[in-house]
């Protein structure tokens, strides 16, 4: 008799196509305005400072448009930040789940959107946000205008009445009184959301939720949405965002927005606050906690950071050094837009800036790389699938093996100075060497190690097994 596999080992393993996925992230206001009938009245010019509370007209027929980019950069996975009836530009503030920010587009234009990526090779995922809900959301409304006599007073969290804002009287997410916070312990409110949960699915064929603050909702509520999307569609990819400690998320989720790994990127790529052995040991610490990594959604940047060249101080060597990493280690990689053009930007408000389109205003050695590396892990099954094993942790140089049966590369991270005569220890078949899959230079060994004469500072090379006779 077959044991049935525990809710741990059903979570860590995912959708099987989240393994190959490279993702990109899109806030639907700052992509592209491709229906102006819908543009907000007073929408701010193009490529002018993002504010906390200015709109600028980009939508989902703009994403629509603008899907070849994506397919010419590589992208099979398209992650929306929020695109329901909201009050705000960001629309974390939500006003009815079931319905299209009417500044966005409808319901017919998100399905058309999903229909074109879909025939693009492009998985699609919402944003769900189902901790909390805007000032505006109908059900608050109706609190709010009736008091003790309203039926939704148990969908939130609200000792006294009447409701006070400033300061709220109310539980809200993050002390913000616009937010307030749901309770989704309410049988009336666990219907209301899984309801959205399948409606989304059923009307718009969409793969996936990433799924905001899930560290504040109950675990019972995300074992029921898990259970309900996934009888509907078993593929269906669930992925929540997670900052800190994981606690019990990686096994009720597919997979966690890698922030933690984001960290420890930055850290080793572009501050130097780590060495390679700090680097491996947390690494080996998050591979194990997340059951080998493989579901998991790894990026270096998010509508909640700063810009990644910001970050790097406008150094193109640290950006390339950090974005060769996250590629090829386990998980699937991200993107936040414009980050592939060397968009800059701080805080939000400034991360959110508007996406240029002026390929002349590109920092183009960004974008070669980016797509390089997109295109080689797509090439590689040893990068999407394979073991992880480490080789080296130098000072500043990390050396590991991704390797399945029939495709291996070694990849070496110098966060540091440029290195000569770097040896990486390996048994070796004395007549194979190494091509480096980026530019194709040749690396030899000798009965115990593969040979790099010069190692670049600030760099990485991917090394694939040849034989010296091809």
């Known amino acids: 008799m077959t044991n049935k596999p525990s809710e741990r080992e059903v979570a860590a393993t995912g959708p099987d196509w989240v393994k190959d996925a490279i993702f990109y992230e899109i806030f639907p206001d700052r992509f592209y305005n491709g229906d ?5 009245n007073a929408v701010t010019a193009w490529g002018s400072p993002p504010t906390r509370e200015n709109f600028f007209g980009g939508d989902i027929v703009g994403i629509t448009e603008k ?37 966005l587009g409808d319901a017919g234009a998100l399905r058309e959107m999903v229909a074109d990526a879909h025939a693009r090779g492009i998985k699609v995922l919402l944003d769900g946000v189902f901790n909390h809900v805007g000032d505006g959301f109908w059900a608050f409304r109706d609190l709010q205008d009736r008091g003790e006599e309203s039926t939704y007073r148990d969908w939130f969290y609200v000792p006294d009445l009447p409701l006070a804002f400033d300061p709220p009287n109310y539980q809200t997410c993050g002390g913000a009184a616009f937010l307030p916070k749901l309770n989704n312990s309410s049988a009336a409110v666990r219907d209301h959301l899984l309801e959205v949960a399948t409606h989304w699915i059923e009307e718009a064929d969409i793969d996936g939720w990433r799924l905001d603050v899930p560290w504040k909702v109950p675990l019972e509520f995300w074992r029921a949405f898990r259970a309900r999307v996934k009888q509907q569609r078993p593929d269906l990819y669930l992925v929540g965002e997670a900052w800190w400690s994981w606690g019990e998320l990686p096994h009720v989720f597919d997979g966690l927005m ?11 790529c572009l501050f130097d606050q780590m060495d390679a052995e700090d680097f491996a040991i947390e690494l080996q610490v998050l591979l194990a906690e997340a059951g080998g990594g493989e579901s998991m959604l790894n990026l270096l940047g998010s509508h909640d950071t700063p810009r990644l060249i910001r970050l790097a101080a406008g150094d193109e060597a640290k950006v390339s050094l950090a974005l060769a990493a996250m590629f090829a280690l386990p998980g699937a990689p991200m993107i936040y837009y ?3 053009i060397g968009i800059d930007g701080g805080d939000d408000p400034d991360c959110r800036r508007t996406m240029e389109w002026d390929e002349a205003d590109w920092q183009r050695s960004i974008f070669d790389f980016t797509k390089s590396l997109i ?21 500043r140089v990390l050396a590991f093996r991704r390797s399945t049966v029939d495709d291996e590369m070694i990849v070496i991270l110098n966060a540091g100075s440029a290195r000569t005569n770097f040896r990486v220890p390996l048994s070796l078949d004395a ?32 090394l694939r097994a040849t034989s010296n006779e091809e």
């Open 375 to 395: 295109s080689l892990r797509s090439a590689s099954p040893a990068l999407r699938r394979g073991a992880f094993e480490f080789l080296v942790t130098f000072n």
């Open 36 to 40: 102006r009938s819908r543009s907000p």
């Open 338 to 340: 414009g980050d592939e």
């Open 431 to 462: 007549a194979s060497s190494f091509v480096d899959a980026l530019d194709g230079t040749r690396y030899g060994h000798d009965e115990s190690a593969l040979l790099v004469p010069r190692l670049p500072g600030r760099a990485a090379l991917f």
């Open 258 to 268: 890698n922030y933690r790994l984001r960290s420890a990127l930055l850290s080793f």
């Open 67 to 103: 899907l070849p980019h994506l397919e010419q950069l590589g992208v099979t996975g398209l992650y929306l930040t929020p695109i329901f009836k909201a009050g705000s530009n960001h629309r974390y503030d939500t006003h009815n789940y079931f319905e299209i920010d009417p500044r």
